[in-house]
């Protein structure tokens, strides 16, 4: 069974910057297509950023022109760098593998962004 964990998550002020990472194990992480979602209290799950596994990517436009994705296939690791937080960035952050219908989720880091 594939394994993802996110680390990076932390307590940031506006205007700061946070880089997540999402490692994975016992997988074939390359073949992968990527993604970063975050969930805020109350509201439901939403798509961040993505990329596949060619490299192409893409974002939500809340945080187009802030955040990038990244991917290292050597170190079977995906990062989301985030820059000019704000207060409505603040969720718990997922990062998620799929494949064909293969799906697995990591278990989440907090991201909170305040004075």
Do not use: H
């Not at 994975?24 to 939403?46: C, L, N, V």
């Not at 718990?92 to 799929?98: E, G, L």
Request: contains cysteine; proline residues 3%.
């Amino acid at each position: 069974q594939a394994r993802l964990v996110e680390s990076g998550g932390g307590l940031v002020q506006p205007g700061g910057s946070l880089r997540l990472s999402c490692a994975g194990s016992r997988m074939f992480f390359s073949t992968y297509d990527m993604a970063w979602y975050r969930q805020a209290p109350g509201k439901q799950r939403e798509l961040v950023a993505f990329i596949t596994s060619l490299g192409s990517t893409n974002y939500a436009d809340p945080v187009k022109g802030r955040f990038t994705i990244s991917r290292d296939n050597a170190k079977n690791t995906m990062y989301l760098q985030m820059n000019s937080l704000k207060p409505e960035d603040t969720a718990v952050y997922y990062c998620k593998a799929t494949r064909s219908k293969d799906g697995y989720w990591g278990q989440g880091t907090q991201v909170t962004v305040s004075s």
